[in-house]
């Protein structure tokens, strides 16, 4: 059974997603053991509670730095036997002590097609008022490996959503979690927990059970 943590800053839909995917025994193989949030009020932790899982808070103020605290969580996380570490909406910048610490057992969803509409400064609602501002047709989400590179990571899920004429940032945000996010997550962390994904490269495999 892997132990996994869901890393969150906000509301924490895509957590809850994940809770009633595992209790639905859809994560096959695996189990969320910590919720951890970069803001104490942040409502992912009563989703935490509500379920029992135990939450954490991480606040940037008690460290000098972002790499103090990435540090300071990477050791966290391996005293508490995690083996997946899902970035749920996380808004901190973390640094590269987290990926040495766990290669190819990090998963972030992005709400956009990568490599459209990602990178530093493009989170939450931002990604989406830039795609209405270009003018794309279609959007959806990613699911990919976390690398060194901001988003740009060995992909493992992405889903197409339609870009509606009147749409706001805020409908489109949330027909992209619906249609695609709230679906893609689930099913990447139970295919890693199974131990169906393999990295080669930019390339990430499906085996077929
Ligand atoms: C989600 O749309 C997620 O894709 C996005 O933040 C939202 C969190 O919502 N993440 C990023 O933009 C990462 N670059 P939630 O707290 O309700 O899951």
Redesign the pocket.
């Known amino acids: 059974m892997k132990n996994i943590a869901v890393l ?10 994940l809770i009633d995917a595992e209790a639905r025994g859809e994560i096959k193989n695996g189990k969320i053991t910590a919720v951890i949030s970069s803001s104490p009020t ?3 932790l009563e989703r935490a509670k509500n379920a029992g899982i135990p939450g954490y808070v991480v606040s940037r103020k008690d460290y000098a730095s972002n790499r103090d605290l990435t540090i300071a969580l990477a050791e966290q996380l391996k005293e508490q036997n995690i083996d997946l570490i899902v ?5 901190y910048v973390l640094t590269d002590e987290l990926v040495d610490a766990y290669p190819n057992a990090i998963i ?5 097609l990568i490599p459209s509409f ?1 990178g530093e400064g ?3 609602l ?2 989406h008022e830039h795609a209405l501002a270009y003018g794309v047709k279609v959007s959806g ?1 990613t699911v990919h490996f976390v690398s060194k590179e901001c ?1 740009g990571g060995p992909i493992i899920l992405q889903k197409a959503v339609e870009v509606k004429e009147d749409d706001t940032p805020e409908t489109l ?1 949330r027909r ?2 619906e249609q695609a ?1 709230w679906k893609l997550l689930p099913r990447a962390v139970s295919l890693f927990c199974e131990g169906r994904l393999s990295v080669d490269g930019r390339a990430v495999h499906i085996a077929e059970v």
């Not at 969150?8 to 809850?16: E, I």
């Open positions: 969150v800053s906000g509301g924490g839909t895509n957590l809850q997603a942040a409502y992912a970035l749920a909406g996380f808004m972030n969803v992005h709400p956009a990602c493009f989170y939450g931002h990604v989400a988003d945000q992209i979690m996010e």
